[in-house]
């Protein structure tokens, strides 16, 4: 079992950046393809971006292409999310989440693929 932790939230103006972290706990990060999701008020919790047990391979979805990066250091079990060119409806709580099982393809991005969740950090963009 893992257990993940997000940090990094706050409020930004509109075209300003943050930088997310999820720090996981255990000796078998490195095992665990890792993904972001976000929720606005009122909407059902969207996928974001998802990286590769390796670190090799990202996926992201289209409304944040070129804006967001997702990357990760086994390291220090943390993966990151960095978010540039910050927009209003980008604003919604953050989780990260680990996939035990390697996901592929369209499931990737499903919440069901992923076994562990952290408790979420709040980002909110001021136009």
């Known amino acids: 079992q893992v257990q993940l932790v997000e940090s990094g939230g706050g409020l930004v103006q509109a075209g300003g950046s943050l930088r997310l972290s999820c720090a996981a706990s255990g000796r078998t990060f490195s095992s665990y393809a890792m993904g972001w999701f976000r929720q606005a008020p009122g909407k059902e919790r969207e996928f974001v971006a998802r990286i590769s047990r390796s670190g090799g391979i990202t996926y992201y979805a289209d409304s944040v292409k070129g804006r967001f990066t997702i990357s990760r250091d086994n390291a220090k079990n943390t993966v990151y999310l960095q978010l540039n060119s910050l927009k209003p409806e980008d604003t919604g709580v953050y989780y990260c989440?680990?996939?035990?099982?390697?996901?592929?393809?369209?499931?990737?991005?499903?919440?069901?693929?992923?076994?562990?969740w952290g408790q979420g950090t709040q980002v909110t963009v001021s136009s």
């Open positions: 989440a680990a996939d035990r099982r390697t996901a592929s393809g369209t499931t990737a991005t499903m919440v069901g693929a992923y076994d562990y």
